[in-house]
């Protein structure tokens, strides 16, 4: 059975500072892995996709790498801003269906 | 990109009634929609897939009986919540598969049972 695990559970850091999420999942057999931004009540905001043949995708101040053999993935972002304050949520495609994990909540200090 | 509304946004309705939740997709037609639950501080949950024209399909531990779904067409899924309870209280969200096989996910109905 798929899970998915992101570590920190949660991360304050001073604005300006560059930060790793991290999100390992048990079965490397997947389509592809997201990233999410999710605010306080909100929905889902999709930050980055990485196909499961791809290493890396980048968008502006993030970037997100895969290593599908180790199941791992890390969310990168550089000169962080209060703006980027949110839960930050790391899913899987091992089929038809996401599977989700709990999420890092992010606060960044003014 | 692609756009999924829901409505409500959020809805409060007492113990032993039904609400309906709807899921559209705005500009694309999805053969498949997607429900999800989410607890406070918990992650998303998939409760069942949708699928225009058929059965939904749940996920193991949830009622079907209670939570039902109907794919009617294919921009619109509808999620009731029948005689609700208070630990239904949750934020309910959707997807829809677009044809290029992404999802794309609703901004989510709060939903509370007093």
């Known amino acids: 059975k798929q899970e998915v695990t992101q570590i920190p559970a949660a991360l304050s850091v001073p604005e300006g500072e560059n930060l790793v999420l991290n999100c390992s999942f048990t079965?490397?057999?997947?389509?592809?892995l997201q990233w999410f931004r999710q605010d306080p009540g909100k929905g889902l905001t999709s930050l980055l996709l990485?196909?499961?043949?791809?290493r890396e995708q980048t968008s502006g101040r993030l970037n997100a790498s895969l290593d599908k053999s180790s199941g791992r993935s890390t969310l990168y972002i550089a000169a962080s801003q209060p703006g980027d304050s949110a839960t930050y949520l790391c899913?899987?495609?091992?089929?038809?269906?996401?599977?989700f994990g709990k999420g890092t909540r992010l606060h960044i200090l003014p | 990109g692609a756009v999924v509304s829901q409505h409500p946004s959020w809805v409060i309705c007492k113990s032993g009634t039904s609400v309906k939740i709807e899921c559209r997709s705005l500009?694309?037609?999805?053969?498949?929609m997607f429900w999800y639950r989410q607890f406070p501080k918990q992650s998303l949950m998939l409760m069942a897939t949708?699928?225009?024209?058929?059965?939904?399909?749940?996920e193991q531990g949830v009622e079907k009986d209670k939570f039902l779904i109907n794919h009617a067409s294919l921009t619109l899924s509808t999620l009731t919540v029948t005689s609700a309870h208070p630990e239904d209280s949750s934020f309910y969200i959707c997807?829809?598969?677009?044809?290029?096989?992404?999802?794309?996910f609703g901004p989510g109905t709060r939903l509370t049972v007093t």
């Open positions: 997807s829809a598969r677009a044809p290029t096989l992404e999802q794309y």
């Open positions: 079965d490397s057999a997947i389509y592809n």
């Open positions: 990485i196909q499961s043949s791809q």
């Open positions: 899913a899987v495609k091992p089929d038809d269906k996401i599977i």
């Open positions: 500009d694309f037609q999805a053969t498949t």
């Open positions: 949708s699928n225009e024209g058929s059965k939904a399909t749940y």
